[in-house]
């Protein structure tokens, strides 16, 4: 009894389970539709955003839609707690789950559902090699599988390239990079050279505990790059001497 009545975690559950069964309610009309059909879904559903209908409106066809695609590509199937966990996430709310109830798959459906609006989503990691995993293996492949494009932020990209990943409908990178290409892109002298032009529309953030708390106690610190004075002393010297009484 105290636990619904304070628990907001609860009550945040208590929410999204009827969305949850509707979602489920849908498997079998999913099971039915070809692979093309599938992948069709994602122009449907951008096509019905543009006309009018809100994320929210798309939430359950979007989701069935990824849940059957991760079985095709992944073998994976969403369990019904992913299905909570993702409705939880895409409120803007942390979904805390159990070691073994697949987080990495759970994000996979807010995200695509907050990407059918074309401004792009960030799937921040602790590490670059989760990054790249997941953007280079089975989860990256469930994205493509439905027509949006994966990219991947790392330190040794150029700024062109960075800027492609960011152009990305789905762009995994670590939040130390992210940082750090917010302070490069404030040291830029032109507009165009900046790598995060595109906006922040969508988060998620993996491990949200460790870098919104324990990573956020360390600074970013970056410093421009070497400046040269020579010529400044000699033509400094030069006004000097051609002074007159």
């Known amino acids: 009894m105290l636990k619904r009545l304070f628990d907001s975690g609860y009550k945040e559950l208590k929410k999204a389970r009827p969305i949850a069964d509707k979602i489920e309610a849908l498997s ?17 559903f951008k096509t019905r955003f543009e006309n009018g209908e809100t994320l929210d409106d798309l939430l359950v066809e979007a989701f069935a839609v990824v849940r059957e695609a991760s ?26 789950m159990k070691t073994g109830e ?3 798959l759970t994000a996979v459906m807010p995200a695509y559902l907050n990407a059918l609006n074309g401004q792009g989503v960030h799937i921040v990691t602790v590490n670059e090699y989760l990054a790249a995993r997941e953007a280079h293996g089975e989860i990256g492949e469930i994205f493509r599988f439905l027509g949006l494009t994966v990219g991947l ?18 762009l995994y990178s670590t939040n130390s990079e992210l940082g ?30 460790s870098i919104l708390i324990d990573e956020a106690r360390t600074p970013l610190i970056i410093s421009g790059g070497a400046k ?12 000097a001497k051609s002074l007159r009484n």
């Open 28 to 44: 079998l009309d999913m099971e039915k539709l070809s692979d093309e059909e599938l992948k069709n879904k994602t122009s449907e």
């Open 71 to 96: 079985k095709r590509v992944t073998g994976m199937y969403p369990y019904y707690v992913q299905l909570l966990g993702g409705i939880v996430i895409h409120r803007g709310n942390i979904a805390e």
């Open 102 to 104: 697949g987080k990495t």
């Open 153 to 170: 932020n790392i330190r040794a990209l150029s700024a062109e390239e960075k800027r492609e990943a960011y152009a990305c409908d789905i």
């Open 180 to 209: 750090f290409d917010y302070l490069r892109d404030h040291m830029v002298l032109y507009k165009e050279d900046m790598t995060q032009k595109r906006g922040l529309n969508y988060a998620i953030i993996d491990e949200v505990d």
């Open 228 to 239: 040269q004075n020579q010529n400044l002393y000699k033509q400094a010297d030069r006004f």
